[in-house]
């Protein structure tokens, strides 16, 4: 204990170790409750567990925070004083560190977390529902702690490679195969921190209930969704382009069991079809096609001078919205961006790149300024269309969200049902910026919306079917 308590003193006579460990301290708190509030709520988790639990998850939290700190203090102290013999003999406490650190993470991010560990479930197979994932940080960290109080005050200096590192890797390896082996105990000696309750639904579940089961037709009505452009005859310009091989389209159409309605057809004929164009269920993979087309030929900055261009190093044909379109009558360097389907003001196409800069889609983790897919193709389209006719940024946001849904239905619901949980708003308040965001409509902002009602729903609510999830014509 006198050789722990020279080594802290040492290592604190230096401030700008005092700041270290103070800031790493709090920096290490904030992001445990960045993570925390990935899965679930600060109110959902007091609600659901017991005051033992949630005092437990504090205090260990803040346990873990306050050695994380002084630990990574103390491996400062060793490099900066003694230098070739303290980078010798640190990787062991180094190890046990950053391996507690990110271990500690585990019980407020295990919805994602275990699976890439190859754990099955969730944090509930664990005797103390994630609590001894922290015990064993924190075991780590005071055994980096032990050694690097050793290193500092000269009673524990590791001499060979082996205990430089071999300890550090046996302390960790155990660590992690004792996590491995927790889930399988038996039962009798796994705790239950829920909350009781009773088995009847509480009101405000009932309620709760009776909202989620209007989100169908909140997120894909039947009516549609109508913006303010007109199809006119763009079928048939797209035609005349060489974009569409009118046969292709039309078998495709066959072959899925859903033929062109009269109206549709009409788009492909010269006088063209005098109608707003409206999304629903039934023609939703219709209009993805479409205009993925108008995406795809129309002339604009984002296609000949955007981030298509340069991630593809000149190379047009590499991407799915690109190489996949398959049913055109020209080559696609002729057809790409050599279209005047929708010309913009210098007004118009810097609200269309801003707008498209900040709409994701759930495939991927790119934005419609990057529609390397046929749903970012598509998107552009209709936004080019909308801007072309002086549309305002909240109808292209708008348009983004509503058309977004019928594309990736599933998606929708769950950020609707998200959104209904958290913050109590249906799918038409919901504001269209934050719908189509990084942070809910990226494939990874989906994915935590996903993780997030799994562990704090349990079942999200399903509704018709939109269509045209798929990457293909």
């Known amino acids: 204990m006198h050789n722990f308590r020279s080594a802290i003193a040492a290592t604190f006579r230096d401030r700008l170790q005092i700041v270290v460990a103070v800031s790493l301290a709090v920096n290490f708190l904030a992001f445990d409750y960045i993570l925390l509030t990935q899965s679930t709520t600060p109110r959902i988790m007091a609600d659901q567990n017991t005051a033992l639990f949630n005092g437990a998850v504090i205090g260990l939290s803040l346990t873990t925070a306050v050695l994380f700190g002084l630990s990574v203090a103390m491996m400062l102290h060793i490099f900066r004083t003694l230098g070739k013999s303290g980078a010798e003999a640190a990787p062991g406490t180094l190890f046990g560190t950053l391996t507690a650190a990110v ?81 399988y105990l038996p039962d009798q000696y796994k705790l239950k921190f829920q909350q009781a309750g009773v088995s009847a639904p509480t009101v405000e579940q009932l309620a709760l209930e009776r909202k989620l089961e209007l989100l169908p037709e909140q997120v894909l009505p039947r009516d549609g969704y109508t913006i303010d452009a ?13 974009v569409i091989n009118f046969e292709k389209f039309t078998t495709l159409y066959d072959n899925a069991g859903s033929p062109l309605t009269a109206d549709q057809l009409r788009i492909f004929q010269p006088q063209g079809l005098d109608a707003p164009i409206t999304i629903d269920r039934d023609n939703a993979y219709f209009l993805l096609n479409l205009f993925w087309a108008v995406g795809l030929a129309t002339e604009n900055p984002i296609l000949t001078d955007g981030q298509i261009r340069s991630y ?44 498209a800069e900040n709409t994701y889609r759930p495939c991927c983790g790119n934005s419609t300024a990057f529609p390397d897919c046929n749903h970012g193709m598509a998107l552009l389209g209709v936004l080019e269309l909308l801007a072309a006719r002086g549309a305002s940024e ?17 998606q929708a619901f769950d950020l609707a ?23 809910f409509f ?23 079917n939109g269509g045209g999830s798929g990457c293909g014509v």
């Open 230 to 242: 007109r199809y006119g005859n763009i079928g048939y310009q797209l035609v005349q382009a060489g």
């Open 103 to 183: 271990a500690s993470g585990c019980p407020v991010c295990g919805a994602w977390l275990l699976p890439l560990l190859g754990i099955a479930g969730s944090l509930a197979v664990f005797p103390l529902q994630g609590l001894e994932i922290r015990l064993l940080a924190i075991a780590l960290l005071a055994f980096s702690i032990s050694r690097s109080a050793g290193i500092i005050d000269g009673t524990c200096v590791p001499r060979t490679a082996w205990r430089r590192y071999g300890t550090g890797f046996a302390v960790v390896a155990g660590a992690v195969a004792i996590l491995f082996a927790l889930p």
């Open 442 to 464: 990226s494939g990874s902002g989906w994915s935590r919306v996903k993780g997030w009602l799994d562990a704090n729903l349990g079942v999200t609510p399903q509704g018709g």
């Open 312 to 355: 593809g190093n000149g190379r047009i044909g590499d991407f799915a919205s690109t190489g996949g379109w398959t049913i055109a009558t020209k080559p696609l360097e002729e057809i790409y961006a050599a279209s005047q389907l929708a010309p913009l003001s210098d007004e118009q196409q810097a609200l269309l790149q801003r707008v």
């Open 417 to 439: 049902a998200f959104f209904l949980v958290t913050a109590d708003q249906s799918f038409a308040d919901i504001d269209a910026r934050d719908f189509v965001s990084e942070r």
């Open 394 to 410: 909240e109808e292209l946001y708008e348009a983004a969200k509503n058309f977004s849904a019928y594309w990736f239905p599933a």
